[in-house]
């Protein structure tokens, strides 16, 4: 099974989805074609009504450990409750474009 079915998979089986997109974001940096490393999530659940962003993203890492020890390299989360979705009118920003390089490249301008 892909790594974004197993993500889909594990959070529909765990929350009561509203609104579920999973963006494989990969195309943008620097990883081998075909790649599922970079995500991007939006999840929109009345599982959030009282919780803080913080405990929202902790509830999801939990759910997802084993992918984000193995494959993943990023998650972007965006988390709503059904009424803050419709507050901002449905829609989350636009993931930035990778910057390039890697940990491994030499840094310009240092000594």
């Known amino acids: 099974m892909a790594v974004a079915e197993q993500i889909e998979h594990k959070i529909r089986d765990a929350v009561p989805v509203a609104y579920l997109s999973l963006e494989n974001e990969s195309y943008k940096h620097s990883v081998p074609p075909n790649s599922e490393t970079h995500f991007k999530l ?15 993203h ?13 494959p993943i390299h990023a998650l972007a989360l965006h988390t709503h409750t059904v009424d803050e979705w419709k507050a901002q009118g449905g829609q989350v920003a636009d993931s930035p474009n990778c910057m390039g390089g890697s940990k491994n490249d030499p840094q310009s301008g240092q000594d």
């Open 42 to 56: 939006v999840l929109v659940s009345d599982v959030f009504s009282g919780m803080m962003p913080v405990r929202r």
């Open 58 to 70: 902790q509830m999801l890492y939990q759910l997802l450990a084993d992918e984000l020890a193995g």
